[in-house]
């Protein structure tokens, strides 16, 4: 169906190869699931497959990708549209009209498919995504993860036979991420479909996923295998797979059922061991406050009289279904929203959009950075430094907007840190970001809360969550339902738990990192538990 012939592609200014030596192919009803850092190539990968790579982007295309039988270098992206279907990590960039009915049918009357057969598609797709309910809805009034199901849905209402998706659940809580990638999973086995996808929240996605290809970076040559082969030599693996190499396990588990059916054991070695206190941060004065928020939209309130407060010190991980109102609070309390009624006071805030490219204005990464600088005050150079932290390498002469989305994040949230602003608001903060940029942002946003800051992640990254959160609120219908410390809300709840404490439960461990010092600890202590034992015993 897909075939890749010694592909390499370089863009123009480039001195190395983003992409080289790629030689795969994908037959018809596969699940491909692609992987790698942060810049490796993952997103040229699925932009030659419809002839976006070099149709559209421009640079230099070596060797040969096939669809369907038709070569890329000589079937632009409109000759490819009857057979591949693509959604991009933005997917308001996509859109083309205003609301989502108009939006699942749009790609039909381009393709000249008849009226009744498109009215049937349109409501079969808002079923299987779960649209029905926002079929009339303005697009510019739904929530980063309705969007990307609309997004998702328009593509699929044109039934292509390829299905190629940049980051696909990234904006979606985790039940709506679950139900996608079972519908997209459902595709592929009932109907032959073939998908090929880049997601870098591994924990969602490799049990669904027949082979996996791994860009190691740097011009490599790609690794392609089943999952389990794969991941045994990555460095960036889901925590599932994380604890199975902590506990030694072989073959490594995919998913959380296969990792509690060998988890016993595991458990038994840690039955008398305490997990860490969870980020129980030193807590100051309050730097954001909510009285009987009310917000929204005209005529359909978001946020109903919400009540919260966040103080120094803490990282408070705001959570809840797709639309719950946790956008429209953060941009409230920043002031791009005015409130209906209610009250919010706030100390010096900065924020970081869902979609990081609102806030870079400048033509390359060093002006935006040195631009920052000077609006924060800040010594010449923070910014850059910041960046490089959160994502080493990214190019000084690179415009932003060229940039990969997890790139576009760090540099955003570089801008943003370059302040130090008092009160940290984050949205989706790890769209686009690779395991290893997501543990540079732990690191950073730690510091931060230790040095005072108070920080709000409006976040489905349970990983996240359990790694840096020592609070977690949950929202729904623009209410807070839950408020406490991050072990009490997540381990109790199966939508918002983490993989780790899936396994590990009733035992409330969080990560896989905490399971290993904790297992070193324990096997410091057995030798003189051995030695204290009477020959009997022995």
């Known amino acids: 169906m897909i075939r890749f012939h010694d592909v390499s592609v370089t863009y123009d200014g480039a001195t190395t190869p983003v992409l080289a ?27 030659t497959i419809n002839g976006l790579v070099p149709h559209f982007s421009g640079g230099t295309l070596r060797g040969k990708v096939e669809v369907d039988g038709r070569d890329t270098r000589t079937h632009r992206p409109r000759d490819l549209a009857d057979v591949v279907g693509f959604v991009g990590q933005d997917p308001v960039a996509g859109f083309v009209t205003d609301n989502v009915e108009d939006e699942l049918a749009y790609a039909m009357e381009s393709l000249g498919v008849r009226a009744p057969v498109m009215r049937k598609r349109v409501e079969e797709t808002l079923d299987l995504l779960g649209l029905a309910d926002l079929r009339g809805r303005p697009l510019a009034h739904l929530s980063g993860g309705q969007q990307q ?12 036979r390829i299905l190629v998706l940049d980051e696909p659940t990234s904006a979606l809580d985790p039940l709506a991420a679950e139900d996608v990638l079972a519908t997209l999973q459902r595709l592929v086995h009932d109907l032959g479909l073939t998908v090929v996808l880049a997601e870098h929240r591994l924990e ?3 049990q669904h996923a027949d082979r996996i290809v791994w ?11 089943v999952p389990a082969e794969v991941l045994a030599g990555t460095p960036i693996a889901p925590p599932v797979v994380e604890l199975g190499r902590t506990a ?15 988890a016993g054991e595991l458990r038994d070695r840690l039955a008398g061991a305490e997990p860490p206190a969870h980020r129980a941060a030193t807590v100051g004065d309050p730097v954001a406050s909510c009285r009987d928020l009310v917000a929204g939209y005209a005529r359909r309130p978001v946020l109903r009289g919400l009540t919260l407060e966040v103080r120094a010190g803490e990282v408070v991980a705001l959570m809840g279904r797709n639309g719950a109102g946790k956008s429209t609070l953060l941009k409230t309390v920043v002031g791009i929203h005015k ?12 924020l970081v959009p869902q979609v990081p490219s609102d806030i870079l204005y400048a033509a390359s990464v060093a002006a935006e950075c040195a631009s920052a600088d000077r609006d924060a005050g800040a010594a010449p150079g923070t910014t850059r430094a910041l960046l490089e932290r959160l994502a080493p390498g990214v190019p000084d002469e690179q415009h932003p907007r060229d940039l990969s989305e997890g790139q576009k994040l760090t540099l955003a949230l570089a801008v943003v840190l370059a302040a130090r602003p008092k009160l940290l608001l984050l949205d989706e903060p790890t769209r686009g970001l690779d395991y290893t940029a997501k543990r540079r942002l732990v690191s950073i946003l730690r510091e931060l809360a230790d040095d005072g800051h108070g920080i709000v992640l409006a976040t489905h990254d349970v990983e996240l969550v359990a790694e840096v959160a ?5 929202l729904a219908d623009g209410e807070v339902v839950a408020d406490g410390s991050a072990p009490d809300v997540v381990v109790s709840s199966p939508a918002f738990a983490p993989q780790v404490a899936k396994v590990m439960a009733p035992q409330p461990w969080l990560t896989a990192r905490d399971v290993a010092d904790a297992l070193s600890v324990v096997e410091q202590r057995a030798p003189a538990s051995v030695v204290e034992t009477t020959p009997e015993e022995r």
């Open 21 to 47: 030596g790629v030689n795969l192919e994908v037959p018809e009803g596969e699940l491909v699931l692609v992987m790698g850092s942060t810049g490796s190539g993952k997103s040229t990968l699925l932009r």
């Open 149 to 160: 199901r609309v997004a998702i849905g328009s593509v699929l209402t044109a039934h292509p």
């Open 204 to 206: 969602r996605v490799v």
């Open 215 to 225: 860009l190691p970076g740097a011009g490599a040559a790609p690794v392609d295998g």
């Open 248 to 262: 030694g396990w072989s073959p490594l588990p995919l998913t959380v059922r296969d990792a509690r059916r060998r």
């Open 339 to 350: 409130p209906t009624s209610g009250r919010v006071d706030v100390a010096a805030a900065g």
């Open 470 to 474: 020592s609070r977690v609120v949950v």
